[in-house]
Antibody, heavy 115, light 107 residues
Framework: EVQLVESGGGLVQPGGSLRLSCAAS????????MSWVRQAPGKGLEWVSV???????YYADSVKGRFTISRDNSKNTLYLQMNSLRAEDTAVYYC?????????WGQGTLVTVSS | DIQMTQSPSSLSASVGDRVTITCQAS??????LNWYQQKPGKAPKLLIY???NLETGVPSRFSGSGSGTDFTFTISSLQPEDIATYYC?????????FGQGTKVEIK
């Protein structure tokens, strides 16, 4: 059974950093495209970043230069390193398997950026 | 970036009604269009992929159509468990973009 479990969210001050993790089971992260998608409170869905099976990475303009997507193949885990956080980064962050469709999603982890 | 314009933003319908949501892309995306259902406090769930293909296990009352720039999502007979927000999403180009969502309520 495919499962994605995010962790690492929490309260952080503006300008701070946080690393999100997404542990996968039932499939191999490194053989798939994997994305992060976020949802600000009461708002819609916003794609954040993708890592391709070959290792290429892409980012939304809103996070480019501040966020880094990566994976640990030995742990079958996806990461999102978030630096220079802003209030507008406050959201639930989901990891999703990205086969052009987001066919599997984690339960989400809440990131709150506030002083 | 490809903009996805979804309408209406919300609707209220009776159980058994036919519900239709539209999604318009700012440029031709062929059939690279998916539909998701999101219930409060839950992750989105894939319902329709490639504009018109029903994901395994999804009830047949859900359907999708369209290509190019204009797409339609239909619930043929609204059920109480269909109360949710529905999103379209294109994957023709990066960044992947979503419509703003349609909140479906029971009248």
């Amino acid at each position: 059974e495919v499962q994605l479990v995010e962790s690492g969210g929490g309260l952080v001050q503006p300008g701070g950093s946080l690393r999100l993790s997404c542990a996968a089971s039932g499939f191999t992260v490194s053989s798939n495209y994997m994305s992060w998608v976020r949802q600000a409170p009461g708002k819609g869905l916003e794609w954040v970043s993708v890592i391709y099976s070959g290792g290429s990475t892409y980012y939304a303009d809103s996070v480019k230069g501040r966020f880094t997507i990566s994976r640990d193949n030995s742990k079958n885990t996806l990461y999102l390193q978030m630096n220079s956080l802003r209030a507008e980064d406050t959201a639930v962050y989901y990891c999703a398997r990205d086969s052009s469709t987001f066919d599997y999603w984690g339960q989400g982890t809440l990131v709150t950026v506030s002083s | 970036d490809i903009q996805m314009t979804q309408s209406p933003s919300s609707l209220s319908a009776s159980v058994g009604d036919r519900v239709t949501i539209t999604c318009q892309a700012s440029q031709d995306i062929s059939n690279y269009l998916n539909w998701y259902q999101q219930k409060p406090g839950k992750a989105p769930k894939l319902l329709i992929y490639d504009a018109s293909n029903l994901e395994t296990g999804v009830p047949s009352r859900f359907s999708g159509s369209g290509s190019g720039t204009d797409f339609t999502f239909t619930i043929s007979s609204l059920q109480p468990e269909d109360i949710a927000t529905y999103y379209c999403q294109q994957y023709d180009n990066l960044p992947r973009t979503f419509g703003q969502g349609t909140k479906v309520e029971i009248k």
